[in-house]
């Protein structure tokens, strides 16, 4: 199948070429996106990634140029309009799973680079100081972690912080008896949010967990607490978080994701002014640790999602249908 793959970084293209069993792909470094939908003409199938874009006029403009497949090199598909890409007859398809160990394991990192302010020490020992103050941490052990969604990467993340001896309580709508197993209890939002020390956040954006972590949501935190998000961006209202950080109610903050992160992360804007006021504000605090969307980011996750991707293709070209295609229907999602 000849395939656009937007979005490409040179990593995309060792990884999908490695993989890759014959199909016709051609690597675009623009996202898609309205301006950039005519590049995928002559195409019979895009790939796109967690920055591309496709609403409704998007999905209109693919499917006059003769699109009928979109494979999403990613797990979330908050970015595509399914209710528009069924209507004009486009199947999507994604990426269910590649390594939830790559997500839970950024996450532990943050963890224990915030807590014993291993980002901060690395830059003193480098300028010769060597002195202790501000850099005291807490013992993981016998904390209490609270889990926000408890599928594939937060049950990982509960086995992991099990191991280091944590109490770990869980929030989702759906309970996972492997979670059960191993001890994890689970408990409504908000007595989770009242008795974590950290709370990480492991569900899908969807309009019910939209800004899950809002002002209220913070005013129920333990004071002083760790947060941590290598979910989705609008998990959290980054404006009610800054206050948390400012009044201390949030004592610890790790993002992997931002909310404007379309326009910052991916690329090197090192020389460029940084022209997101509540971002730059965030980078000002010494508790907070952000890094930009690489929790997915190993040897093999990047492995996993190529193969997964060229076998979506494949299934597609050849039966029309594909076991990881997503829906509106099959994933609840509204017009
Ligand atoms: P998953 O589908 O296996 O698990 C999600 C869990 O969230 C499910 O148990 C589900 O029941 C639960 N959930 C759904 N709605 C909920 C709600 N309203 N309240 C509480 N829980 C709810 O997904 P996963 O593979 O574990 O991925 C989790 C998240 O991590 C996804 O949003 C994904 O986009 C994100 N992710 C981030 C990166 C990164 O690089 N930062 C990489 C991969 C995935």
Known sequence: MKVAVFSTKPYDRASLDAANTGHSLTFLEPHLDASTVALAKGFGGVCIFVNDSAPEAVIRELSNLGVKLIALRCAGFNNVDLVAAEQYGI??????????????????????????????????????NFALDGLMGFDLHGRTVGIVGTGKIGAVFAKIMRGFGCRVLAYDVVENPECQAIGVEYR????????SDITSLHCPLTPETRHLINRDSISMLKRGSMLINTSRVALVDTLAVTEGLKNGTIGYLG??????????????????????????????????LITGHQAFFTRDALANIAEVTIGNITEFQRTGACANAVTAQKHSVRA
């Open 255 to 288: 993002l992997d994701v931002y909310e404007e992160e379309g326009d910052l992360f991916f690329e090197d804007l090192s020389s460029q002014m940084l022209r997101d006021d509540v971002f730059a504000r965030l980078l000002t605090f010494p508790n907070v």
């Open 91 to 128: 199947a999507v398809v994604r990426v269910p799973a590649y390594s939830p160990y790559a997500v839970a394991e950024h996450a532990v990192g943050m963890i224990l680079a915030l807590n014993r302010n291993i980002h901060r020490a690395f830059n003193r020992v480098r300028e010769g």
């Open 188 to 195: 409504p939002l908000n007595e989770l949010l009242r008795e």
